[in-house]
């Protein structure tokens, strides 16, 4: 049975599979052009209106796994061939329609896009600008606006139809977020990949003889791979050729001792570790970026810190999120990252292998406290701050903390508008693109209402109790 929620998401997991496989075999320019066939071998179409388009559209699903237009900044690309089936029509008249003699759609209507038509209301799509306005006047609800699902998904509003009704990305607006990727039924956007060079990293390292590979994994990672038990996943990447595994929960303990500190210096925060928050303060609320907290995101800060610990070391960060891919080109992180991949293409690398984490030994995984795991929910940065403050002596009486947690782009906005106008009635704003925080990232194996109490579980598994025993035992295994 598969475990993925869609047939879009098992295949760019198909196609993911098939260029590792190839590259780790060292076959890419031989057999690069069998890809298509060996996915739908046909001879009847399964998913599109035959054979030939659907080989096309994984061509360009191959491209975007290979790192995509070179041109194109922007992590998250459209592929023109597959955006063709949703409705071109936003503004739309249904059966409820009663050709009422008022006329309210009508007369509102700025651009005279409405007429009655046997003693209907008919929108002409090509006058139509989908203000919306005969929507709110119609007494019987009988016009409706048809967004496609690309743009319902996209709360920074950076996700337009094209001249050629294609789905048209503003890369000055997006954050990155990835929401549209999964949300799009026909699979018409696609992060892209960086598992080649992934590959090329692990392979050229010589089994860690030039140079030490780490994985940088997020604190997500719980459940993401079925039954499979954290160590487990902890040996199958050894067995892909990584010279350790580390937490990203253990920057998360610096980032919250570091964020208390600043907070209490400053007396209003915004947080930093969600880069797609970062992006949309940036973008849409200006004035406030001088607010944003200084300190780097958990990812990166861990990845300096073992660095500076191993300069020739390369690293490679595992989760569930695209705007990661994002934030790794940001001159701050550049040189510290090597590689951001996703929890799907992580499964794609253990299959290209043929490694069964399930029938591997449990290995350690035990750098981080419990507050530096629950980062992966919504919340748990805010309750990590709190104890960090703890920890650093600061009372209730010398700093009233007052966190405002924010779960998706649409409550990050709010509260965002609210600072700006000095109305907000908080001092730290806790912002997370994905709702229900990273483990509802748009990169994650499986999607649907997320149970933050399996979050506390893992974390509570944690060795080291407070933000401080974690970061004071910060130390890297030298076998």
């Not at 459940?223 to 067995?239: D, P, T």
């Not at 001088?290 to 300069?311: G, Q, W």
């Not at 009486?397 to 779960?407: A, L, M, Q």
Request: with cysteine.
């Amino acid at each position: 049975m598969s475990m993925f929620d869609t047939n879009v998401q098992e295949l760019k997991y198909k196609v993911l599979r098939e260029v590792a496989r190839l590259a780790f075999e060292e076959k890419l320019e031989t057999d690069l052009i069998k890809i298509p066939e060996k996915i739908m071998p046909g001879p009847q179409a399964t998913l599109r209106c035959c054979i030939y388009k659907e080989r096309a559209i994984i061509t360009e699903r191959v491209k975007l796994a290979m790192g995509g237009n070179k041109e194109n900044d922007n992590v998250v690309e459209v592929l023109d061939i597959a955006c063709d089936e949703c409705p071109v029509t936003q503004m739309s008249v249904g059966e409820a329609c009663r050709g009422c003699i008022a006329h309210r759609c009508m007369n509102v209507c700025p651009r005279g896009a409405i007429s009655l038509i046997d003693h209907k209301a008919h929108i002409d799509p090509k006058k139509c600008v989908s203000c919306g306005k005969c929507l709110n006047v119609c007494p019987y609800n009988a016009i409706s606006k048809n967004l496609r699902p690309c743009e319902k998904a996209c709360k920074a509003n950076a996700i337009a139809m094209d001249e050629d009704k294609k789905a048209r990305i503003d890369n000055d607006k997006c954050v990155a977020c990835g929401a549209c990727v999964y949300q799009c039924p026909f699979g018409a956007l696609m992060d892209k990949s960086y598992i080649l060079d992934a590959i090329s990293i692990l392979k050229n390292s010589a089994n860690n003889k030039n140079y030490k590979v780490y994985a940088i994994v997020a604190p997500s990672i719980s459940g993401q791979f079925g039954n499979a038990k954290i160590g487990q996943v902890v040996s199958g990447l050894k067995a892909l050729g990584f010279y350790n595994v580390v937490e990203a929960a253990l920057g998360a303990d610096m980032v919250a001792n570091k964020e208390a500190q600043e907070l209490y210096e400053k007396g209003f925060l915004t947080s930093s570790c969600c880069p797609a928050f970062v992006s949309y303060i940036k973008i849409n609320f200006p004035s406030m970026v001088e607010h944003i907290s200084h300190n780097l995101s958990p990812m990166a800060t861990i990845a300096e810190y073992l660095k500076k610990m191993d300069p020739s070391a390369k690293i490679i960060f595992i989760g569930p999120c695209i705007a990661k891919k994002a934030e790794r080109k940001l001159d701050r992180v550049k040189d510290i990252i090597d590689v951001v991949i996703t929890f799907e293409e992580l499964l794609a690398l253990f299959d290209s292998r043929n490694i069964e984490i399930q029938d591997l030994p449990n290995d350690v995984l035990d750098n981080a406290s419990y507050y530096g795991r629950i980062f992966a929910r919504s919340g748990g940065l805010t309750e990590a701050v709190r104890q960090g403050l703890k920890e650093n002596g600061i009372t209730e009486e010398d700093f009233d903390y007052k966190p405002v947690t924010c779960s998706g782009i649409d409550e990050c906005r709010m509260a965002l508008l609210k600072a700006s106008k000095n109305v907000l009635g908080g001092n730290f704003i806790e912002g997370m693109a994905c709702e229900s925080g990273c483990i509802g990232g748009a990169a994650c194996l499986t999607h649907g209402p997320k149970d933050k109490s399996e979050v506390d579980k893992y974390s509570r598994e944690a060795m080291e109790k407070t933000i401080k025993d974690a970061i004071g035992v910060l130390q890297l295994s030298d076998k």
